[in-house]
């Protein structure tokens, strides 16, 4: 379990802060690896876009902070790099996969407030490990690759904030499969430390742009 916060410093020109936690659980049953992951974080100011709460993962400011293979802005605007169909994020926020790089918006009598982030929300996501079930080792990768296969659902409430008014919270949910290839001695003698790649693929989510169907095949989302 991680609790964290964050407030203004004395005469600071910027007065914005928040208080989170973060608990992240790890099961097995039977042949399953189930992992699951609470998030929750409460801002009652207008964050700057690069502080702020990510619907479907972590924030330039922590990107930035954190990873060395997203410190620079290659994505373009806030470190997240698009394709048709798949996108690069860095897992983290509210981490509602299947929200990555999305423009929902929702109404709020003559206002229309994005989805893509916020200032105050929960969630909770959940995993299926098929890694006993589904094995794929080839000899020449043993040493270098572990490839994982699951199935992914996540849920979550988002509260925005625009010119100082804070909106209801909208319900945020969506599923898929997905796999992970996690590299390790590959960059040994450069000094990386161990690193994981997952290709997530959204199935189903219960909000769409303009109508759009929930089922959304063809998808391909790189986190």
């Given at each position: ?9 004395p ?7 928040w208080i ?7 099961n097995t049953?039977g042949k399953?690896?189930?992992s699951?992951?609470f998030?929750?974080?409460?801002s ?7 502080s ?7 924030n330039p ?16 605007g ?12 860095q ?7 299947g ?13 229309t ?13 959940a995993e ?15 040493n270098?690759l572990r ?21 209801s919270?909208v319900?945020?949910a ?7 290839f ?28 303009s ?12 986190i």
């Amino acid at each position: 379990m991680h609790l964290f916060a964050r407030s203004a410093g004395p005469f600071s020109t910027h007065r914005y802060g928040w208080i989170g936690l973060e608990a992240v659980n790890r099961n097995t049953l039977g042949k399953l690896d189930i992992s699951t992951r609470f998030f929750g974080q409460f801002s009652g100011d207008d964050l700057p876009t690069e502080s702020a709460l990510y619907t479907a993962g972590d924030n330039p400011e922590n990107q930035w902070h954190n990873s060395k293979f997203t410190r620079a802005d290659w994505g373009g605007g806030d470190g997240r790099l698009a394709f048709p169909g798949l996108w690069w994020q860095q897992g983290g926020g509210l981490n509602l996969r299947g929200f990555a790089n999305s423009l929902s918006t929702v109404k709020y009598g003559d206002c229309t407030v994005s989805l893509l982030r916020g200032t105050s929300g929960l969630s909770g996501t959940a995993e299926i490990d098929l890694d006993r079930l589904v094995r794929f080792a080839p000899r020449f990768t043993r040493n270098w690759l572990r490839m994982d296969a699951y199935l992914f659902a996540d849920a979550g409430l988002v509260w925005g904030r625009h010119a100082g008014k804070t909106y209801s919270p909208v319900l945020l949910a969506d599923a898929g499969v997905g796999t992970a290839f996690h590299f390790y001695r590959l960059l040994r003698k450069r000094g990386a430390a161990p690193f994981t790649l997952r290709f997530d693929l959204p199935l189903m989510r219960n909000i769409t742009a303009s109508g759009e169907p929930l089922i959304r095949p063809g998808q391909m989302l790189l986190i």
